[in-house]
């Protein structure tokens, strides 16, 4: 069956820029999380969603960023006025429910220039 | 969450059994041991977890000692394919959900 996607896989914003990175879980997985990964480093957890319900936002760096799943299943995170900090990549994960296995996107490549 | 400590990078051969083992001196009880593997361009993907003792899927085995302060991941027979970074991951599996903290895992390099 499909796997989760998301899109666009590579995105070059300049400082500033608003840029979205969407999301497709696998169907009917209830939970939903984004990590970001920096350039040789593992994946950092930023949030969490149970169905359209974000539980936790605490590993989001700053209140440029935002994380949206109004229907329980595509979800899109926003990062505002862009910064060289942000390029890392951007990794979706679902699962069934809370506590069980993620499966992972192939992620998203941020590039703020 | 307990921290956990890994080799940066390992190198083998093709053919040759591979042990990575991963040092969790602060682990809780309720703490599961997971391990996930990542190729380049890709996300992360689960290969297996234990609490204690052996446990073997038809990927790799890992061996959890009984004080539980480290484990060791085998992969049997790797092959340029298994080329990859491998994370070890301790926590809690049950209750709400798994906030996954992931270190900076092992590179594993597997030369012809």
């Known amino acids: 069956g499909a796997g989760v996607s998301q899109s666009p896989r590579y995105k070059v914003a300049k400082r500033g820029q608003d840029v979205a990175l969407r999301c497709d879980p696998i169907?009917?997985?209830?939970?939903l999380f984004w990590y970001q990964q920096a350039l040789g480093q593992g994946p950092e957890f930023l949030t969490y969603?149970?169905?359209?319900?974000?539980?936790?936002k605490s590993g989001l760096p700053s209140d440029r960023f935002f994380a949206e799943r109004p229907e329980g299943s595509v979800s899109t995170l926003k990062i505002q006025r862009t910064q060289q900090e942000d390029s890392a990549v951007y990794l979706c994960?679902?699962?069934?429910?809370?506590?069980?296995?993620?499966?992972f996107g192939p992620g998203t490549r941020l590039t703020v220039t | 969450l307990a921290k956990t400590t890994q080799p940066i990078s390992m190198d083998s051969y093709e053919g040759q059994e591979v042990n990575i083992t991963c040092s969790h001196n602060?682990?809780?009880?309720?703490?599961?041991i997971t391990w996930y593997q990542q190729f380049p361009s890709q996300g992360p993907r689960f290969i297996i977890q234990?609490?204690?003792t052996k446990v073997t899927n038809e990927v790799a085995s890992l061996f959890i000692p009984a004080d539980r302060k480290s484990s060791t991941l085998s992969l049997p027979r790797v092959s340029l394919s298994d080329t990859a970074v491998y994370y070890c991951?301790?926590?809690?599996?049950?209750?709400?959900?798994?906030?996954?903290?992931f270190g900076a895992g092992t590179r594993l390099a597997v030369h012809p």
């Open positions: 991951l301790v926590g809690d599996r049950g209750g709400g959900y798994n906030k996954l903290i």
């Open positions: 602060n682990i809780a009880t309720n703490d599961y």
């Open positions: 234990g609490y204690k």
């Open positions: 969603f149970q169905n359209e319900a974000q539980l936790d």
């Open positions: 169907s009917g997985h209830v939970s």
């Open positions: 994960a679902s699962s069934l429910e809370g506590g069980g296995e993620q499966y």
